[in-house]
């Protein structure tokens, strides 16, 4: 059996990975829409030719 302490340690690892997992979800939803940003942009620029 897990000691208490065990127990907190644990569940502070899994609070740190779900923070982790909340930060790289966030990161790559803005990169998405970073790069949806630009190929708009692009493609209205060469449609200006």
Do not use: P, V, Y
Not at 33 to 38: D, F, G, I, T, Y
């Amino acid at each position: 059996m897990e000691s208490i302490q065990e127990q907190h340690s644990s569940a502070g690892q899994q609070a740190l990975l779900d923070a982790q997992l909340d930060l790289w979800h966030n990161t790559f939803a803005f990169i998405k829409s970073m790069a949806l940003k630009c190929a708009l942009e692009l493609h209205t620029l060469l449609q200006k030719r």
